[in-house]
């Protein structure tokens, strides 16, 4: 069986003619029309049940907007603390292989930390550094580095990184293997 024509269709709805509807509803493609072949009064939405149906939509925005904003601050502090524990690890196999000292610098002052000269010269922010244990340069232990060497073994210390919602890091680098590992914490100060 071919395909049916639009006018064929239409044809094959309209099953009445007009005169014998007596003003029921009948349907002709996809409105909905009265037997004198005007629109039915019950067809549509009134102003007021739009009006209704906008509210609720603008409530539930109300309502997902701020935790869907909250995920994406989570996450993209997630990504931050991935890409710099991905550069620490780059770092060691970088002086291993290179048989050469690889520093990373770290500014605590401006969220940032760099690669030495000479390396990859990519920067990222750290999101809040707190309680932090690296070679320090200067007194005030807001600018410092941890270097890798040839041998695996590395300066050593900790990097703590506070995120959204108390979400607490810490980057751990071991002295002697130079391993980094990531601990996750959900808070930094103690629950009430």
């Known amino acids: 069986m071919g395909r049916m024509g639009l006018q ?21 493609g996809a409105m909905v029309q009265g037997a004198d072949g005007r629109r039915a009064a019950g067809a549509g939405f009134t102003l007021l049940e739009l ?5 609720l939509l603008a ?7 701020p935790n869907l904003y909250r995920s994406w601050q989570k996450e993209e ?3 931050s ?3 710099l524990l991905l550069d620490l690890r780059k770092a060691r196999s970088l002086a291993i292989a290179q048989n050469r000292t690889v520093k990373i610098f770290f500014d605590l002052d401006k969220n940032t930390y760099e690669w030495e000269k000479g390396g990859p ?6 999101i809040q550094g707190q309680d932090s244990a690296l070679v320090w340069q200067g007194n005030a232990q807001r600018q ?7 041998d695996g073994s ?39």
């Open 81 to 83: 603390v991935r890409r």
């Open 59 to 65: 409530l539930m925005l109300g309502l997902v907007a």
């Open 51 to 55: 009006l209704g149906v906008l509210t």
């Open 144 to 150: 410092g580095y941890l270097a890798f060497y040839s």
């Open 8 to 28: 064929e269709a239409r044809a094959r709805i309209k099953t009445l003619p007009a005169e014998a509807a007596g003003g029921q509803l009948l349907f002709q």
């Open 77 to 79: 502090a997630k990504e």
């Open 121 to 126: 010269q990519r920067c990222g922010p750290l």
């Open 154 to 192: 590395s300066t050593g210390g900790h990097l703590s990184l506070k995120g959204p919602a108390d979400s607490l890091w810490v980057l751990a680098v071991d002295k002697i293997t130079g391993q980094v590992q990531l601990h996750y914490a959900t808070s930094s100060r103690p629950r009430s």
